[in-house]
């Protein structure tokens, strides 16, 4: 018998058996993203990223340009390409011709109404069709979804018929009320509620004894105010810009900013200066509105679309 001692025991080769393909360690990739890491743009990037926002802030820069100049001086062959010194006076123009003070003071109501109102219907809505189970849920997501391919212009008759009957013509209430729910927000609530929102959430409020009431102002809303800050910020986008049913809906005494826009250019020979202040003028407060709650909705994007 053959004794080996503890020394050259330990220096003796091990056999280790093959592991298994595409287990072994791999060369670390320079395009995975760890956790807290970003990817660093190129020039290309840069150049996109620069020519992109030139491009969209070109015709505002070109508003502003038109509504500091004479009309003479915009419709020359040569157009300016530096503001001039007629802003303030093109504005106090533009303001006293379509009365547009109260014309902003509608269009704030009528956009403020149907965003607080689209919102809260569409997230019950959402709600509903995401996590409820009730008899032909599916059939009436459909005819929600179905609606979206009808034409708005096909419904302007009825619709028109009906706000004379119930006395709203050239009234706020007929812009407002039929527009309180839109389809795409009630679908857009619930694709966001399906992954957002988990059962065990909702099962957890109800054992603690929590009613229906309770569970949507204690476990729907919150989970839900991402999507809804940027379903907040599409609707009253659209509001604001909606030219067609309150042209038809309301009169001249009673505009919408918009409506009080198209009486600017409604005459024989418009003043195109005049008419790029008063568009200057409906286009400031959608900015302003960008530059306050902006940050709070890419926040909003941001943390919604992170999972712990």
């Known amino acids: 018998m053959t004794l080996t001692s503890p020394a050259s025991a330990s220096t003796a080769p091990v056999r280790t058996a093959p592991l298994p393909k595409g287990t072994g360690?791999?060369?670390?990739?320079r395009f995975r993203m760890g956790a807290g890491?970003?990817?660093?743009?190129?020039?290309?990037?840069?150049?996109a990223l620069a020519v992109i926002g030139f491009g969209s802030l070109l015709p505002l820069y070109w508003t502003l340009?038109?509504?500091s100049r004479t009309q003479d001086e915009v419709l020359a062959s040569t157009p300016p390409f530096l503001p001039g010194g007629?802003?303030?006076?093109n504005v106090a123009t533009a303001w006293e011709q379509a009365n547009l003070g109260k014309a902003i003071v509608n269009s704030v109501i009528v956009s403020s109404s149907i965003t607080a109102a689209?919102?809260?219907?569409?997230?019950?809505?959402g709600y509903a069709f995401a996590k409820m189970r009730f008899r032909g849920r599916g059939w009436l997501m459909t005819a929600v979804i179905a609606t979206l391919t009808i034409p708005p212009q096909l419904s302007v008759v009825p619709l028109f018929?009906?706000?004379?009957g119930l006395g709203w013509g050239g009234q706020l209430e007929s812009v407002i009320f039929p527009t309180l729910v839109s389809a795409f927000g009630v679908f857009f609530m619930r694709q966001y509620l399906i992954e957002a929102l988990p059962y065990e959430l909702i099962e957890a409020a109800k054992i603690d004894g929590?009613?229906?009431?309770?569970?949507?102002v204690s476990v729907v809303l919150p989970v839900a105010r991402p999507a809804m800050m940027v379903l907040g910020m599409l609707t009253f986008v659209q509001a604001w810009n909606d030219f067609f049913w309150p042209y038809l809906a309301l009169n001249q005494q009673n505009p919408t900013l918009q409506v009080a826009l198209g009486q600017l250019s409604a005459s024989y020979t418009p003043d195109q200066s005049i008419v790029m202040a008063g568009a200057l003028i409906s286009t400031l407060p959608l900015l302003v509105v960008f530059v306050v709650f902006g940050k709070k909705i890419v926040g909003g994007i941001m943390s919604g679309a992170v999972k712990g």
């Open 210 to 216: 929590a009613n229906n009431f309770r569970i949507v």
């Open 161 to 164: 018929m009906m706000m004379s």
């Open 25 to 29: 360690p791999t060369r670390p990739s």
């Open 65 to 67: 340009v038109a509504a």
């Open 86 to 89: 007629r802003l303030l006076e």
């Open 118 to 125: 689209t919102l809260f219907f569409c997230t019950l809505a």
């Open 37 to 47: 890491q970003q990817m660093k743009g190129g020039p290309f990037a840069y150049l």
